[in-house]
Nanobody, 126 residues
Framework: QVQLVESGGGLVQAGGSLRLSCAAS????????MGWFRQAPGKEREFVAA????????IYADSVKGRFAISRDVAKNEVYLQMNSLKPEDTAVYYC???????????????????WGQGTQVTVSS
């Protein structure tokens, strides 16, 4: 059984930083792609960033490019989202997701992902 557990969310002032972690278990994730999504109150869930587990190729939403960085630790089966220069509009529940067969062009779509974590709240105050 695949489990994804996010941690690291919290309350931070605008301009601050947070690092989210996603611990993956239950599979060998060497061929998986991993993504971060977020959902703000009253809005649809949106893509934030993704990474290929083995190759380390990354893609980002335009709204976070240059401020957020996704990375992974293969040995620990963990994925991270370093968030810098946070803005109030970054406030959302952040979700980690895993895709067995997604390709880079499809990694921005929710339907590409097979497994999801429970989410972690990030609140950025102005």
């Amino acid at each position: 059984q695949v489990q994804l557990v996010e941690s690291g969310g919290g309350l931070v002032q605008a301009g601050g930083s947070l690092r989210l972690s996603c611990a993956a278990s239950g599979r060998t994730f060497s061929t998986y792609k991993m993504g971060w999504f977020r959902q703000a109150p009253g809005k649809e869930r949106e893509f934030v960033a993704a990474i290929t587990w083995s190759g380390g190729m990354t893609i980002y939403a335009d709204s976070v490019k240059g401020r957020f960085a996704i990375s992974r630790d293969v040995a620990k089966n963990e994925v991270y989202l370093q968030m810098n220069s946070l803005k109030p509009e970054d406030t959302a529940v952040y979700y980690c997701a895993a895709s067995r067969s997604g390709t880079v062009p499809t990694l921005r779509a929710e339907k590409t992902y097979d497994y999801w974590g429970q989410g972690t709240q990030v609140t950025v105050s102005s």
